[in-house]
């Protein structure tokens, strides 16, 4: 069967081609993915059988069941300080839908959409889905992967359909500073552009409390995007949410009719009791994300390999240059030899460059020797590399 020709183009995940890779050794250390080792707390599974045992297994609204739309907005108010009423909260099929979905209503196919550089992957092949131009703007390692308002504003032309904002971000795990996310997207909002900002990790944050723009900015033009999968480790429910202006989100339900038809209602059973139950396995969870990062980076700094502290989310970049390789020859090479998986830089973009993504989601001992291994590669390359002149 014939393929769009457009669509062969579309650019594939990094992230999915080293999985691959992996699958093919024996007993490799993966620090690539950012699927937690946690399993789902085991009250959000029990009461999602019960109530689908009680018969609850049908069709849902497409946008949502009503009762957790309603636990979402108490959700909002609670953890981000979001005001929202139900009617303004779409579910979706994880973070991703939402994502996709959100893009397919703001995006003029041939217009541009600004990217973080370093950015997610999947950005950038959704936007080429859509035939727009994914534009990247950079946040820089030398910054601390910091969000730039002027560079945001210089990327930003008549050609701008929206701008994707994302924090705590992935890959780099920067926290953004409130006041600079504020600028950004009160500066695209207040020209137009659609900002839509990527809140998947929003509650994995490590020594300071969740922040989401739409508590300091209010405007038509913003749309937030939440997932169940990072903070109540559900990454295989696939269960996410939008979070905007109720006219908006209204069409957003209606697109995705005849695409997934709604979220599958056993998943949103799931998200109800895990935003109605105990909320102490989030804080367990995310303190254990930070003390694996806390012991990763004291194994790199006692090696004396660089880094960006991250402030959040399952990521950390790693400085790799000293290397002489490439990002994706040294992740290519560190799994090849030492069967040790991770993401190259390069794979979310030109600003990724030098950097190699790693993952806490592993076990702690996982982490730690798979650390080990990279950081005798890396010097490994590095003394080869000064030998040969």
Known sequence: MRVRPHLLDTPHSGIRRMADLAATLDDPIRLEGGDPNFTTPQHIIDGAAARSTAGSTGYAPGEGLPELREAIAGKLARVNGVTASPDQVCVTTGACGALFTSLTLAVEPGSDVLL???????????VHVLGARAVPYAVDASTGWRLDPAAVEAAITPATSALV????GNPTGVVFDPDDLTAVAELAAGRGVAVIS?????EVVFGTEPFSVASRVQSDQLLTIYSFSKTYAMTGWRIGYAVGPADFVSELSLLQEPVVSSAATISMHGATVALQGPQDCVGEMVSAYAERCQKATALLDAEGIRYVEPGGSFFLMIDIRDSGLDSWAFATHLVEQHRVVVVPGLAFGQGGEGFVRVSFAAAPETILEGLARLAETLHDLKSRRRAAG
């Open 165 to 168: 904002l994302n924090s705590p």
């Open 198 to 202: 990527d809140e998947a990790y929003d």
């Open 116 to 126: 973080p550089d370093p950015g997610w992957s999947n950005y950038a092949a959704q």
